[in-house]
């Protein structure tokens, strides 16, 4: 069978996309990973909780900025092929503050992260300031994530009507109209806690990373892999568990929808997600973790394949939130 380059190009595009909407979960969550590890380091008394923050926010940093330039790109893109571009008395969509409102909190939420990362042996003494960034850029980076898909909803329920009022009013009374069986919901945890799935996985292989640039002790490292697996495990099977509500409830609306592809591999999506939360708690609860690092890359190998599966119906079916 032939292959075009056009249909290649569907693929490539949707990996590419797949992959760094993942790592952009990611960076969503690492502030929440590394201000809670900081509030720990404190009541536990233990400073192995204060490094683990450290790496957990740096790599989170590092993945925002390398991710910049695509989240702007893929905005210039949006922007030039939208339907109204090229409708004068229209006023664009994506120049109105529900569409800008997003994009402004993420370079907020980078930069209060980027305050909070920078300079760590600058802020020791004073940690509590410190970890108040990085739940500042916590909840700037995952509102900005949930206004972003919120206003697809909208764009895709109410096209004309958005793009001739495309005012803040506007768009907060087109949320209030979203029915509480909406698959939108379920999404919604898909994102948040497929985040926390990233900052637990890929942070455990971040850690393993520098171990030869930050000799912190073959102790510090075993906490890391436990720790960096426990948030792994939890948001992996909380994902999981939304990917899986997310497919029931497209297909309570569009029954044939379990036919087609797309729906399977949303459901394989959450297959994995389970399956990789159980392999992070092998690592969570074994005495030596430290024995176990390529489950860790396996889990990481995991956690990319599930982005792709739940790529895939997104493209189909985002828009039956």
């Known amino acids: 069978m032939d292959i075009g380059l056009n249909e290649v190009l569907v693929w490539v595009r949707l990996a590419s996309t797949s992959i760094v909407a993942m790592l952009l979960l990611t960076v969503?969550?690492?502030?929440l990973v590394a201000a809670t590890s900081q509030h720990l380091a404190k009541v536990r008394e233990r400073i192995f909780y204060d490094k683990f923050a450290k790496q957990i926010a740096q790599m989170g940093l590092v993945l925002g900025l390398c991710t910049l330039p695509f989240t702007a790109g893929v905005w210039a893109v949006l922007y030039m092929q939208h339907p109204v571009a090229s409708i004068p008395a229209l006023s664009h969509p994506l120049l109105a503050p529900p569409a800008l409102l997003p994009f402004g909190l993420y370079i907020l939420g980078l930069a209060l992260c980027t305050i909070h990362a920078a300079n760590w042996s600058r802020w020791k003494g004073r940690r509590f300031l410190q970890s108040l960034f990085a739940w500042g850029g916590w909840l700037a980076l995952t509102t900005a994530g949930v206004g972003l898909l919120t206003l697809k909803r909208t764009m895709n329920a109410y096209p004309d009507a958005f793009a001739v009022d495309p005012s803040l009013s506007s768009y907060v009374s087109a949320i209030r109209?979203?029915?509480?069986?909406?698959?939108?919901?379920?999404?919604l945890g898909v994102a948040v806690f497929g985040g926390l799935a990233g900052a637990g996985t890929l942070g455990a292989v971040y850690c393993l990373s520098r171990r030869d640039k930050e000799d912190y002790g073959r102790d510090y490292y075993a906490f890391a892999l436990k720790a960096a697996s426990w948030w792994g495990a939890f948001g992996s099977a909380l994902a999981g568990a939304a990917a899986g509500g997310y497919m029931v409830l497209v297909h309570a609306r569009f029954p044939d929808a379990w036919q087609a592809l797309p729906a399977q591999s949303g459901l394989a999506a959450a297959g994995i997600m389970l399956l990789l939360a159980l392999c992070l708690l092998s690592v969570a609860g074994s005495a030596t973790p430290l024995r176990r690092k390529s489950t860790n890359y396996l889990g990481a190998l995991l956690l990319l394949t599930a982005a792709l599966a739940m790529g895939y119906p997104v493209m189909y079916l985002y828009t039956l939130f």
């Not at 969503?28 to 502030?31: N, Q, S, Y």
């Not at 979203?178 to 379920?186: A, C, D, G, R, V």
């Open 28 to 31: 969503g969550a690492a502030p």
């Open 177 to 187: 109209t979203i029915p509480l069986l909406s698959s939108l919901w379920p999404f």
